[in-house]
């Protein structure tokens, strides 16, 4: 759940990024699951062949700052 969290600080604190990829500061996978349960967005770019995830306007949904939110006073 720890790279959950970074990925929702990492899309607050830098709202601009363009793409979530493997080479970003944050787990794919990570925001791959989040996008799943509908809390971030993002364009799937990575194809019906690719081994690997990319995401294009990645962004926090309201969901996922509450999530976020709640995680600090735990």
């Known amino acids: 759940m720890e790279e959950h969290i970074k990925v929702l600080q990492f899309l607050i604190d830098k709202p601009s990024i363009d793409v979530i990829?493997?080479?970003s500061e944050v787990s794919v996978r990570a925001f791959k699951e989040l996008r799943d349960q509908g809390l971030v967005k993002g364009i799937d770019?990575?194809?019906?062949?690719s081994e690997c995830f990319e995401?294009?306007?990645?962004e926090?949904?309201?969901?996922?700052?509450?999530?976020l939110a709640?995680?600090?006073w735990v």
């Open 60 to 67: 926090i949904t309201l969901p996922g700052r509450q999530l």
């Open 55 to 58: 995401f294009m306007s990645p």
């Open 45 to 49: 770019i990575s194809g019906d062949t």
């Open 21 to 23: 990829d493997g080479l």
């Open 70 to 72: 709640k995680s600090k």
